[in-house]
C-alpha cells in the first residue's frame, strides 16, 4: 500500500514556465489537499477538495489551480511560476467527515528561478 | 476564526528527561486537536487527535498530550525523551466547517534531543 504519492520529488524551474505537481492516493479518501511548507509559516492550505468533482480554495491560492477528476488524483498547476512560489509542496488525504486525520505525502521541493 | 499559537520555536531537552512541546488554540465551538511530527525531508505524520472523551490523549511512539479548556491548551509530553524524537512538530485545529477534515496548523516547534 503505498498511501499518498507524489511527483516529481524536487524541481528547478524557470520563472514563467507552467509546472503541474502530480499527487496520488490509493486509500480512497473523500478529501484532499494541497499546502505550501515555508520556513517559520508552518503549513498553509493553497487549494482542498471535499470529494471528487469539487475543489475549494485555501488560505493562499493565488497563483495555483487544481482539478479533482476522479477521487484518487489531485495535480496542483502553477500556471505561470514566479520565484515567491520556491517552497516545499505537500498533498494529502482523508477521509473527510470532519474528525478525521489527514495523511500526507512525501513533498516536492520545488525552486523558481 | 479558529487558530493555534505554537510559542516556541524550539525546544530542547537531554536524553531521558520529561519533554513538552506547547500549543494553545482560539476556536469557536468545540475543538478539534491534532499533533503531527516531520522527520526531515519527509512528509507529516500524525501522533494523535483530541476529540472528545479524556482529556489526556495517548498517541504514537510514546508521546500523549493534555487537552485542557480552561487554559485552551493542548500541549504535547513525553516522560523520556529520546535522540530519536529529534524532529519538528505541528500542532492543528480543525476549521470553522464541521463536515470537513480542514486543519490549521500552527508554524511549528522543533525539538532538538540531547545525548
Known amino acids: 500500500i503505498a498511501g499518498i504519492t507524489q511527483a516529481p520529488t524536487s524541481q528547478i524551474l524557470a520563472a514563467g514556465r507552467r509546472m503541474t505537481l502530480r499527487c496520488t492516493q490509493d486509500?480512497?479518501?473523500?478529501?484532499m489537499y494541497w499546502y505550501r511548507q515555508d520556513l517559520g509559516l508552518g503549513l498553509r492550505l493553497i487549494h482542498y477538495?471535499?470529494?471528487?468533482?469539487?475543489?475549494g480554495k485555501g488560505e493562499v491560492p493565488d497563483g495555483y489551480s487544481v482539478s479533482r477528476a476522479n477521487t484518487d488524483d489531485f495535480p496542483l498547476t502553477l500556471a505561470s511560476a514566479v520565484p515567491s512560489q520556491t517552497s516545499v509542496y505537500f498533498c494529502?488525504?482523508?477521509?473527510?467527515?470532519?474528525?478525521?486525520?489527514?495523511?500526507f505525502g512525501p513533498g516536492t521541493r520545488l525552486t523558481v528561478l | 476564526a479558529q487558530s493555534v499559537a505554537q510559542p516556541e520555536d524550539q525546544v530542547n531537552v537531554a536524553e531521558g528527561n520529561p519533554l513538552t512541546v506547547k500549543c494553545t488554540y482560539s476556536?469557536?465551538?468545540?475543538?478539534?486537536l491534532f499533533w503531527y511530527v516531520q522527520y526531515p525531508n519527509r512528509g507529516l505524520q500524525f501522533l494523535l487527535k483530541?476529540?472528545?472523551?479524556?482529556?489526556l490523549v495517548k498517541g504514537s511512539y510514546g508521546f500523549e498530550a493534555e487537552f485542557n479548556k480552561s487554559q485552551t491548551s493542548f500541549h504535547l509530553k513525553k516522560p523520556s525523551a529520546l535522540v530519536s524524537d529529534s524532529a519538528l512538530y505541528f500542532c492543528?485545529?480543525?476549521?470553522?466547517?464541521?463536515?470537513?477534515?480542514?486543519?490549521?496548523f500552527g508554524t511549528g516547534t522543533r525539538l532538538q534531543v540531547f545525548p
Open positions: 494529502a488525504s482523508s477521509v473527510g467527515q470532519g474528525s478525521n486525520e489527514q495523511f
Open positions: 486509500m480512497r479518501h473523500n478529501a
Open positions: 477538495s471535499n470529494t471528487a468533482g469539487t475543489t
Open positions: 476556536v469557536s465551538g468545540n475543538p478539534y
Open positions: 483530541y476529540i472528545t472523551g479524556d482529556n
Open positions: 492543528a485545529v480543525r476549521g470553522e466547517s464541521y463536515n470537513t477534515d480542514k486543519l490549521i
